[in-house]
């Protein structure tokens, strides 16, 4: 029989995973272009993208919405995937008033999980439900992940259709159903290194789970901590796309001394495609690329990130997040890109979140210039709202200013330690807000940007720090614990990690919910199976190395 799968993609968000994943088991994907498609599947899969409305809207106008549902009511093989899972019950808290599919009884609803975090993002387990057929696909044994901010919950009338469920704080959620030939995944295989690939490999050849242990079943299950590596990227000198690494932004070879010497070349430290997968193989829970010189001309043009995606997401598992240029431009031939026809870009090409820096801090700065008041007019709201909060990154890029007193300034501040204090011994500081790598610094301080961000729809911070950048001193604590406090949105924790302890002093002493290092990965000082090794020995929930 032809190993054929028929993929139903409306064309929002990054379907190219698991197009990868499908093609990397040996299957042929045909594509459904209108109803027929559906009619002749022999097995579907739906790996539902966006927010429920617009995947609603989008089937509805592709007039899919029908061909699914009768598909579905046929009990006919379908794997649904995140919205592909929550479309099947009958309506969801994030678009009130829209129909889903109403294949299983009940509504999907917000995390109500506070002071947790909201998306749910990153890697968990899922817990065995009793029941009398087995889980087809899912031994419990699996770490898997997750990125949503709704959830569908238990109750009597949808019990049968439950085949495992996970813990976020004190809800328990659906992460997985199961009913005759119907799967459908809270998390996403394509995204869940090869146990994910695997998960998808059982549907696809109706390769059952074979043994299941007890403890498997109804046990609690953990969000655990992430560790990202990131790979700035840029053309050097010679025209070659590399990886680089700067101290402190500064991305040129010291080795002359001199800061304007003519011979300092732009440190060369790999190329992105091959590094990304060697992380993705010694077990990087996220890849982060970010292009450093999208400030220049024409971000997408200039760079070619989008083929640095596309041969990524072919053998590389895990969330893939690009950072640099995500604003709008106009190109040399004078076309008119907007920041979401960037993102799109970016998505189509393999991208499962995007990352701004510069043009949040204007984001930032027209939105408290106007009282907080939202227009939906700005790139953060524009994007997260066709693809939801959870793939809208912010990139802070702050530089500590030095003051006497809080009374020096209206930012907010912090106090630093003795052995850190100012030039001119100053005791406090705040964090300024900088744009273009570091090179401009604004009237912006970090908790005003990551507040207004938030408020805009973002859905996660990245939170560099531009002295502890490359120094391999640790992370910035109190900064990093300030930040956390000020927004509900996750923080992943960057600059400064020299040793696999100061991962765990920062899961230890901040609510981050992930740590990202560049350099000392990079010049492989430290291994990243040693990072997650030690987290595991100081008992930070952290997935294993081998995923
Ligand atoms: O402003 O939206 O076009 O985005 C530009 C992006 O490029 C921003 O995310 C900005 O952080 C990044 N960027 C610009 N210039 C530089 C540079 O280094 N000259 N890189 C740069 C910033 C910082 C970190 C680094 C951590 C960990 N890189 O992400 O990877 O500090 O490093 P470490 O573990 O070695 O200490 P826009």
């Not at 991305?251 to 304007?260: G, I, L, Q, S």
């Not at 300030?482 to 901040?510: K, L, M, R, Y």
Request: some cysteine.
């Amino acid at each position: 029989m032809a190993k054929e799968v028929t993929l139903l993609d409306y064309g929002a968000g990054n379907v190219r995973s698991i197009r990868n994943a499908i093609t990397r088991l040996g299957f042929t994907i045909i594509d459904v272009k209108d109803a027929s498609d559906i009619e002749s599947a022999k097995k579907l899969i739906f790996p539902g993208v966006g927010a429920f409305k617009s995947a609603v809207e989008n089937l509805h106008e592709k007039r899919l919405f029908e061909p699914l549902k009768k598909y579905l009511q046929a009990n006919r093989p379908f794997f649904g995937i995140c919205i592909g899972l929550q479309l099947l019950f009958e309506g969801s808290d994030e678009n009130p008033g829209v129909e889903g599919l109403g294949i299983i009884p009940g509504r999907i609803t917000k995390f109500d999980v506070a002071p947790l975090s909201v998306p749910h993002m990153g890697w968990n387990g899922v817990s065995l439900v009793e029941r009398e057929d087995k889980c087809r696909v899912l031994s419990g044994d699996e770490i898997l992940y997750f990125v949503h901010s709704y959830c569908p919950l238990r109750t009597e009338k949808n019990a049968e259709w439950i085949a495992t469920a996970t813990n976020y704080g004190k809800v328990e959620f659906i992460s997985s159903v199961q009913r005759g030939n119907i799967i459908a995944t809270q998390f996403h295989p394509e995204k869940s290194g090869l146990t994910g690939v695997n998960v998808l490999r059982r549907f696809l050849e109706d390769d059952d789970v074979k043994d299941v242990d007890i403890k498997n079943f109804s046990r609690p299950t953990t969000l655990r901590k992430r560790v990202i590596a990131c790979l700035d990227v840029r053309t050097n000198d010679e025209g070659d796309l590399v990886v680089t690494k700067g101290d402190q932004y500064d991305v040129r070879e010291t080795a002359k001394n001199d800061p304007n010497h003519p011979d300092r070349k732009v440190r060369n430290l790999g190329k992105p495609v091959a590094l990304a997968r060697r992380y993705f193989e010694e077990g990087a829970d996220e890849i982060t690329f970010l292009n450093i010189t999208s400030f220049r001309e024409s971000p997408l043009q200039d760079s070619p990130m989008l083929r640095v995606l596309e041969e990524t997401s072919e053998n590389v598992f895990v969330p893939l997040t690009i950072g640099g240029g995500i604003r709008s431009y106009t190109d040399k031939t004078g076309r008119k890109w907007s920041a979401l026809d960037v993102a799109n870009q970016y998505f189509r090409s393999g991208a499962d979140k995007v990352s701004i820096g510069s043009d949040a801090v204007y984001c930032a700065e027209d939105l408290i210039s106007r009282s907080g008041k939202c227009l939906g007019n700005t790139a953060i709201e524009e994007i997260s709202r066709v693809y939801g909060s959870q793939a809208v990154v912010i990139s802070v890029d702050p530089r500590r200013v030095f003051v006497n007193s809080p009374k020096d300034t209206h930012h907010t501040v912090l106090r630093v330690s003795d052995d850190d204090r100012g030039p001119n011994g100053e005791q406090f500081c705040w964090y300024q807000c900088t744009v273009r790598g570091g090179r401009e610094g604004r009237d912006l301080d970090a908790h005003q940007l990551v507040k207004s961000c938030e408020t805009l729809g973002a859905g996660e911070i990245l939170l560099n720090c531009i002295h502890k950048d490359g120094t391999k001193s640790g992370f910035d604590i109190p900064f990093i614990e300030s930040i956390c406090n000020s927004v509900t949105i996750p923080v992943i924790a960057s600059s400064g990690a020299g040793t696999p302890q100061h991962f765990s002093e920062v899961f230890a002493n901040t609510t981050a919910e992930a740590a990202l290092a560049a350099g000392i990965f990079h010049r492989k000082e430290v291994p990243l199976q040693s990072v997650k090794a030690h987290l595991q020995s100081s008992g930070i929930p952290t997935r294993s190395a081998q995923g």
